[in-house]
């Protein structure tokens, strides 16, 4: 029984099995006041495939779909002018916060109303326009790019 309790506070303390640390803060470059706002893949217009791609013609990848396990990370869009490579991993403190675990954010998407805007919006991807609505993502956040 006793190797079973230090085993499991191994675990614990080293996050070995575990990607979700219970620490929500991340450290990296700081960007704070960024204003988050949301926007979600539009299916209705059958003929134009990109209103549910990234940049690079992938699937957009949607919070909900995150929380629902059914995402390996949620699809974030910034400044194109910013050159960030595809896949540049960005933590929200305030996300992590509300939801109670780390959210993985991956910068892979762009579009003309975040042009020039550089780190001061960023639009992360939800499910739904209903989903689009909520204010835990339409606020001012920090970014942490890690």
Do not use: W
Not at 13 to 28: K, P, S
Not at 41 to 49: F, I, L, S, V, W
Not at 121 to 144: F, G, H, K, M, W
């Amino acid at each position: 029984m006793y190797r079973v309790i230090l085993f499991l506070l191994f675990i614990i303390r080293t996050n070995a099995l575990f990607d979700n640390d219970l620490d929500f803060n991340c450290r990296g470059k700081t960007f704070k006041n960024v204003t988050l706002t949301a926007y979600y893949p539009d299916y209705t217009n059958q003929d134009n495939e990109f209103g549910f791609q990234d940049k690079k013609g992938r699937k957009l990848r949607t919070l909900q779909d995150y929380l629902d396990g059914r995402n390996d990370y949620v699809t974030l869009g910034m400044d194109e002018q910013l050159g960030m490579p595809y896949g540049t991993k960005v933590c929200i403190p305030e996300l992590n916060k509300h939801f109670g675990h780390r959210i993985r954010l991956e910068v892979r998407d762009s579009s003309f109303d975040l042009y020039g805007l550089g780190y001061s919006r960023a639009d992360i991807c939800v499910r739904t326009e209903i989903d689009s609505y909520d204010t835990i993502v339409n606020r001012q956040v920090t970014l942490i790019f890690v």
